[in-house]
T-cell receptor, first 112, second 116 residues
Framework: QQQVKQSPQSLIVQKGGISIINCAYE??????FPWYQQFPGKGPALLIA?????SEKKEGRFTISFNKSAKQFSLHIMDSQPGDSATYFC???????????FGGGTRLMVKP | GAVVSQHPSWVICKSGTSVKIECRSL??????MFWYRQFPKQSLMLMAT?????????EQGVEKDKFLINHASLTLSTLTVTSAHPEDSSFYIC????????????FGSGTRLTVV
């Protein structure tokens, strides 16, 4: 089944803290796992992405951890800033098609 | 690189009229573009996959006669909401991915459609 489950739905973090968002999937045919950041009234912007042959990828303050056996992946935002306050979506691409399946989203608020 | 331009950013129309939304890949060719719909505080829902030179593939439950998709060139796809009704009011977003290169899926800035 083409599903990606994302948690939590909302998250409040203090400035400087670590924000952690988790996603789980069922379809083992997924071969590409991106994370997107979306501000109100804007389209999603790609933050970072990973393929299943890698367990971790880091770009600046953003890190994806990938656990293939558990079919889970997570986004870690280090040193969270108020400017990081946005909605974050995980997604997965099935190898059969070319489309992305999105998680339900996490609304992150970073308090100053 | 990998910029997708979407127009208009917002539109208000009367019930019964049609609205066209354009999605252009500015610096790459896109044989496939995707159209999503997003309701407030919800995730993106794939409506259809637009294929250059052929018919679009619609997701289950999406009315192909109401949401007309045309992918006339490798850089342009359009979504026309025909005979719009208030329940069609939503945020519509397109996406594309270069056939080559490191860039992943790039999204347009979205179109806020309000039908009154």
């Amino acid at each position: 089944q083409q599903q990606v489950k994302q948690s939590p739905q909302s998250l409040i973090v203090q400035k400087g803290g670590i924000s952690i968002i988790n996603c789980a999937y069922e379809n083992t045919a997924f071969d590409y796992f991106p994370w997107y950041q979306q501000f109100p009234g804007k389209g999603p912007a790609l933050l970072i992405a990973i393929r299943p042959d890698v367990s971790e990828k880091k770009e600046g303050r953003f890190t994806i951890s990938f656990n293939k056996s558990a079919k889970q992946f997570s986004l870690h935002i280090m040193d969270s800033q108020p400017g990081d306050s946005a909605t974050y979506f995980c997604a997965a691409r099935g190898s059969a098609g070319n489309m992305l399946t999105f998680g339900g989203g996490t609304r992150l608020m970073v308090k100053p | 690189g990998a910029v997708v331009s979407q127009h208009p950013s917002w539109v208000i129309c009367k019930s019964g009229t049609s609205v066209k939304i354009e999605c252009r890949s500015l610096d790459f060719q896109a044989t496939t573009m995707f159209w999503y719909r997003q309701f407030p505080k919800q995730s993106l829902m794939l409506m259809a996959t637009s294929n250059e030179g052929s018919k679009a593939t619609y997701e289950q439950g999406v009315e192909k006669d109401k949401f007309l998709i045309n992918h006339a060139s490798l850089t342009l796809s359009t979504l026309t909401v025909t005979s719009a009704h208030p329940e069609d009011s939503s945020f519509y977003i397109c996406s594309a991915r270069p056939a080559r290169g490191p860039h992943g899926y790039t999204f347009g800035s979205g179109t806020r459609l309000t039908v009154v």
